[in-house]
């Protein structure tokens, strides 16, 4: 089966500093796909961020990058120069297989503090 | 272009009515899910379809709910004689398709969600 987990229930960083959101993995299959979606109050689950299994390089986009470590099956979202509009709930999520849905982490909550 | 859309976007109902929740997923998006997501906790899988074909529902979680995408696009998800217990946010993603997982073109784009209460 497979698993996420998000080990940081709650999460505080100061404006303008980097912050690394937690994410381990769980599956025995060899192609899956790690995603990083934010949710703020409003609701809306919002996609930042995508690792392919078979990607060489940690992936970006924008002040958002994967730390991604497969053999320790970790995924790590790393949020540079933080804004206040980072506070949200931030969830990490996989894939695998064909036709088969996103299983979610618990996700972990970020608060930025001016 | 259009993001997912959800209608409603709230939805009260007395123990014991049926309701209908509708998604319009990106167009030209070939695969749709519904999630459900309780108060704090991330979302659960409930259903999947590829076009018109329900291919997995697995997650729903009594035979009270019934989703359909009759021409592969819209879908309604529906829960007949709500509970307590079906108080939830329904979210509807929509992808460009599935296939083998790591090779980027399965991304799901959510919609905002519709939040039912069932008093």
């Known amino acids: 089966a497979q698993k996420i987990t998000q080990t940081q229930p709650g999460m505080f960083v100061q404006e303008k500093e980097a912050v690394t959101l937690d994410c381990t993995y769980d599956t025995s299959d060899q192609s899956y796909g790690l995603f990083w979606y934010k949710q703020p109050s409003s609701g809306e689950m919002i996609f930042l961020i995508y690792?392919?299994?078979?990607?060489?390089q940690n992936a970006t986009e924008g002040r958002y990058s994967l730390n991604f470590q497969k053999a320790r099956k970790s995924a790590n979202l790393v949020i540079s120069a933080s804004q206040l509009g980072d506070s949200a709930m931030y969830f990490c999520a996989m894939r695998v297989n064909y036709g088969q849905n996103f299983v979610f982490g618990p996700g972990t909550r970020l608060s930025v503090l001016p | 272009g259009a993001g997912v859309s959800q209608s409603p976007r709230y939805k009260v109902a007395k123990r014991g009515q049926d309701v209908a929740l509708r998604c319009d997923p990106i167009?030209?998006?070939?695969?749709l899910f519904w999630y459900q997501q309780a108060l704090g906790q991330g979302p659960e899988f409930l259903t999947y379809f590829q076009n018109e074909a329900q291919l997995d529902k697995s997650g729903l979680p009594s035979d009270r709910f019934f989703a359909e995408r009759p021409e592969g696009s819209v879908s309604t998800l529906k829960i007949q004689r709500t509970q307590q217990e079906d108080s939830a946010v329904y979210l509807c993603?929509?992808?460009?398709?599935?296939?083998?997982?790591?090779?980027?073109?399965?991304?799901?784009?959510f919609g905002p969600g519709t939040r039912l209460l069932v008093l």
């Open positions: 993603a929509s992808s460009l398709e599935v296939g083998l997982a790591g090779v980027g073109r399965e991304t799901q784009y």
């Open positions: 167009s030209g998006h070939v695969s």
């Open positions: 690792q392919g299994s078979y990607d060489e």
